[in-house]
T-cell receptor, first 109, second 113 residues
Framework: QKEVEQNSGPLSVPEGAIASLNCTYS??????FFWYRQYSGKSPELIMS????GDKEDGRFTAQLNKASQYVSLLIRDSQPSDSATYLC?????????FGKGTSLLVTP | DGGITQSPKYLFRKEGQNVTLSCEQN?????MYWYRQDPGQGLRLIYY???????QKGDIAEGYSVSREKKESFPLTVTSAQKNPTAFYLC????????????FGSGTQLSVL
């Protein structure tokens, strides 16, 4: 199975800082990538999608995709305590999403 | 409001018992999915269906069964053959075109008594 790898963390950043979350994948065919946020005991919610090389910005979030190096990242600017959650990276495999194990982010006041 | 409804929120299974998790959507989505999540783990695909009366096994289908008799409904049965069923189960749906954007239900936590 093609893998989606994430550092489980926890990643701890102070309030107002930039949080950087990374994800690598194991093949060069993948075209579509997604970042989901999941609070404890809740279902994942989509926060960003990215399909082409480069950066995509949406408010405080920036997704970055580098297909040659096979990684995708998520930057969260001006991190808030409410951003504390698990962030799941996912890759579309033509019929369903394949998820990484997630990175736990803790934003400290 | 359009959305995906999973029930029950919590479910307990006795040894040797089959249990069924409900998933209903009114988003008019063609595709539906079941994922399993264990603590500290990502989501693993159990089954998916892209059209009524058709479904496919995912990565961890053993010990589970599904049906897709109606577009709106995709129930999951956890059979007695699933020896480690304790997990958080998530149902999702999407359009087949643009199917990468999944919409999730609120989940069912299944535990073994």
């Amino acid at each position: 199975q093609k893998e989606v790898e994430q550092n489980s963390g926890p990643l701890s950043v102070p309030e107002g800082a930039i949080a950087s979350l990374n994800c690598t994948y194991s093949d060069r065919v993948s075209q579509s990538f997604f970042w989901y946020r999941q609070y404890s005991g809740k279902s994942p919610e989509l926060i960003m999608s990215i399909y082409s090389n480069g950066d995509k910005e949406d408010g405080r979030f920036t997704a970055q995709l580098n297909k040659a190096s096979q990684y995708v990242s998520l930057l969260i600017r001006d991190s808030q305590p409410s951003d504390s959650a698990t962030y799941l990276c996912a890759r579309y495999e033509g019929y369903a999403l394949n998820f990484g194990k997630g990175t736990s982010l803790l934003v400290t006041p | 409001d359009g959305g995906i409804t999973q029930s029950p929120k919590y479910l307990f299974r006795k040894e040797g018992q089959n249990v069924t998790l409900s998933c209903e959507q009114n988003l008019n989505h063609d595709a539906m999915y079941w994922y399993r999540q264990d603590p500290g783990q990502g989501l693993r695909l159990i089954y998916y269906s892209q059209i009524v009366n058709d479904f496919q096994k995912g990565d961890i289908a053993e010990g589970y069964s599904v049906s897709r008799e109606k577009k709106e409904s995709f129930p999951l049965t956890v059979t007695s053959a699933q020896k480690n069923p304790t997990a958080f189960y998530l149902c999702a749906s999407s359009m087949v075109q643009g199917g990468e954007k999944l919409f999730f239900g609120s989940g069912t936590q299944l535990s073994v008594l």
